[in-house]
T-cell receptor, first 115, second 111 residues
Framework: DAGVTQSPTHLIKTRGQQVTLRCSPK?????VSWYQQALGQGPQFIFQ???????QRGNFPDRFSGHQFPNYSSELNVNALLLGDSALYLC??????????????FGPGTRLTVT | GEDVEQSLFLSVREGDSSVINCTYT??????LYWYKQEPGAGLQLLTY?????DMKQDQRLTVLLNKKDKHLSLRIADTQTGDSAIYFC???????????FGKGTRLHILP
């Protein structure tokens, strides 16, 4: 099992461009959450997908959108990139809680640099 | 509002115990988590505790929760060089809810 995979590893874009980041969850996981981690900060919740629907959203503008596919993989799209969007984007997969047990795994992240 | 505060740095001698502290503001936080992030690696969920618990132990890790003071701590016994990382305290209100992270505490191990 490859765990959570993300692509690409690194990305350099110009202001105003659009970017798509991809995430494949751990086998058996049906929920994907996306986080933005700026340098020296903790991860900030962007949104969560479950059963191909956006279940929850953090305080991010509409420029940030996503999608979940039937195989549970997910994409994060960011339009009209700003310099402030430069960050590590983390994907987390989980299958929710089973009783008192919770399993969640993060991918290695995509480092996005906006110039 | 939701906020999680933690000190930014902690230095501990190898073999000693490390205690990382965290405070949160949201009294409706039901689930509290500790994560570890090593350089170049993704986040790893270390452990979690429910708000109706005072303590949870998992091998070298002990989590203490003081719900009245909204204070959470992570104790790492017999700290090793492999424990060198950034530790994040986090909380959520409900199951499968968004998780709010602190800024992280960088743990430095002294020889």
């Amino acid at each position: 099992d490859a765990g959570v995979t993300q692509s690409p590893t690194h990305l350099i874009k110009t202001r105003g461009q659009q970017v798509t980041l991809r995430c494949s969850p751990k086998s058996g996981h049906d929920t994907v959450s996306w986080y933005q981690q700026a340098l020296g900060q903790g991860p900030q919740f962007i949104f969560q997908y479950y059963e191909e629907e956006e279940r929850q959203r953090g305080n991010f503008p509409d420029r940030f959108s996503g999608h979940q596919f039937p195989n549970y993989s997910s994409e994060l799209n960011v339009n009209a990139l700003l310099l402030g969007d430069s960050a590590l984007y983390l994907c987390a997969s989980s299958y929710g809680w089973t009783g008192e047990d919770y399993e969640q795994y993060f991918g290695p992240g995509t480092r996005l640099t906006v110039t | 509002g939701e906020d999680v505060e933690q000190s930014l740095f902690l230095s501990v001698r190898e073999g000693d115990s490390s205690v990382i502290n965290c405070t949160y503001t949201d009294s409706s936080s039901t689930y509290l988590y500790w994560y570890k992030q090593e350089p170049g690696a993704g986040l790893q969920l270390l452990t979690y505790i429910f708000s109706n618990m005072d303590m949870k132990q998992d091998q070298r890790l002990t989590v203490l929760l003081n719900k009245k003071d909204k204070h959470l701590s992570l104790r790492i016994a017999d700290t090793q060089t492999g424990d060198s990382a950034i530790y994040f305290c986090a909380e959520s209100q409900n199951r499968d809810d968004k998780i709010i992270f602190g800024k992280g505490t960088r743990l430095h191990i002294l020889p």
